[in-house]
Structures are given as C-alpha cells and as structure tokens.
C-alpha cells in the first residue's frame, strides 16, 4: 500500500505563492498517474492537476490554469504543486492522490476514485 505524506500548507495573502510536496513510498510499480485535488468546506472533492509519471504528460483545471503548476520528481518520488498567484478561493484542504490508469483517463476525466492511494491533506488558506 501506498504511503504519501503532504507538505507546504499554509496561509497567504491573495497573490501569494505556496509550494506542496507529496512524499511517496511504496508505490506500486504499475503506478503511473499522480494528481492534486482540494475540498473547501461544503464542497465536493475536487481535481485541481494531474501528472502521467512516465511521461510528465499534465493536465491542469481551467481554474488553475496557468497559475498552478504540478511536477513529479521520479528520483524524489516526490509530487509537487506550484501555486502561484493564489486567490481568496483556492483555500482548501489539499490532497494528493496515486494510482494506475489508462493515461487517457488520468488526463481527463479521472476522479478521486480512481486512485488507489491518498495522502491525509494539507490546509492552504487565502485570505487577507
């Protein structure tokens, strides 16, 4: 099973920048999609980006678009999230997830069910 340990949460003023980190260990060796999501309270889970490991093939919503960033460092294992200028809301908890897909789906339409493994989240809040 999967361990993944988030890191980088924290609070920020609009227009702020925050880096997250998600530390992988025992993956499986058929691992080959690892993504972001976010819950605000009262809202459903959310896919803020995901990664094909193999490829670095990335797929990003249309609400972070061009804002955030997500990396995978294969040496590391290690996910990563650049958040940069950052609004009121994107404040949410912050997960990250792994898992093994069609890379197709990783790129589309994959939701938080479809992966196998997920880390127990990290608070970014936004605000001034």
């Known amino acids: 099973q999967a361990q993944l340990v988030e890191s980088g949460g924290g609070s920020v003023q609009p227009g702020g920048s925050l880096r997250l980190s998600c530390a992988v260990s025992?993956?499986?060796?058929?691992?080959?999609?690892m993504g972001w999501f976010r819950q605000a309270p009262g809202k459903e889970r959310e896919a803020v980006a995901r990664v094909i490991t193999t490829t670095a093939t990335t797929f990003h919503a249309n609400s972070v678009k061009g804002r955030f960033t997500i990396s995978h460092d294969k040496a590391k294992n290690t996910l990563y999230l650049q958040m940069n200028s950052l609004k009121p809301e994107d404040t949410a908890m912050y997960y990250c997830?792994?898992?093994?897909?069609?890379?197709?789906?990783?790129?589309?339409?994959?939701?938080?069910?479809?992966?196998?493994?997920w880390g127990q989240g990290t608070q970014v809040t936004v605000s001034s």
């Open positions: 025992e993956t499986s060796a058929s691992t080959n999609c």
């Open positions: 997830a792994a898992g093994t897909m069609y890379y197709y789906k990783c790129l589309s339409d994959a939701y938080f069910g479809d992966f196998g493994a």
